[in-house]
């Protein structure tokens, strides 16, 4: 069974551009979740969304959008790009959500820079 | 007060010998515990994780948690050099019951 998936792997833009993230997470999952990870951190919590619903947000700018697509896939935007930006963007898939004894599941991450 | 803390290390130990990892947490109503391991370069692998006070084994690790004292540990017994890594803690918090991560222990197994 294929894991979740992100795409691109990697991904170079200049400062002000816009870039946008895909994940696609396991077959049967309803709730995906995206994360960035600068070097050295764990990651942080950006966006969770399930059945197609924002179900939190974390301590990011509005710069910083997503939604999920009636097949449980999301997009994670980001625009007016920074210098900080530049991280692993991580996306998680669980089966469902609330409990707090999901198992989150992690793609390979697209690993962002920006110049 | 982080909400979850870890020592950074690194942390550098024999092959064959116990690695001890260690994971506080801040919230007193954290009911589980989420260990994941990350290879340079890659995305977090989930290891174990433990909801119950006690002892959960699975194979060469072994979760220890206290909620009492807000302490969760992971031991690697018989470590090897392909258990060289960076070990994250995560606890489940906030209304979406988002995984909040420790900053992550660095295990470097010697050979």
């Known amino acids: 069974d294929a894991g979740v998936t992100q795409s691109p792997t990697h991904l170079i833009k200049t400062r002000g551009q816009h870039v946008t993230l895909r994940c696609s997470p396991i077959s049967g999952h309803k709730s995906v979740s995206w994360y960035q990870q600068v070097l050295g951190q764990g990651p942080q919590f950006i966006f969770q969304?399930?059945?197609?619903?924002?179900?939190g947000r974390g301590n990011f700018p509005d710069r910083f959008s997503a939604r999920q697509f009636p097949n449980y896939s999301s997009e994670l935007n980001v625009n007016a790009l920074l210098l900080g930006d530049s991280a692993l963007y991580l996306c998680?898939?669980?089966?469902?959500?609330?409990?707090?004894?999901?198992?989150?599941?992690f793609g390979p991450g697209t690993r962002l820079l920006v110049l | 007060q982080k909400e979850v803390e870890q020592n950074s290390g690194p942390l550098s130990v024999p092959e064959g010998a116990i690695a001890s990892l260690n994971c506080t947490y801040s919230d007193r109503g954290s009911q589980s515990f989420f260990w994941y391991r990350q290879y340079s370069g890659k995305s977090p692998e989930l290891i174990m994780f433990?909801?119950?006070?006690g002892d959960k084994e699975d194979g060469r690790f072994t979760a220890q948690l206290n909620k009492a004292s807000q302490y969760v540990s992971l031991l690697i017994r018989d470590s090897q050099p392909s258990d060289s890594a960076t070990y994250l803690c995560a606890v489940p918090s906030g209304s979406a019951r988002q995984l909040t991560f420790g900053s992550g222990t660095q295990l470097t197994v010697l050979p």
């Open positions: 998680a898939s669980s089966a469902s959500t609330g409990s707090g004894r999901e198992t989150q599941y």
């Open positions: 969304y399930y059945e197609k619903e924002e179900r």
């Open positions: 433990i909801y119950s006070n």
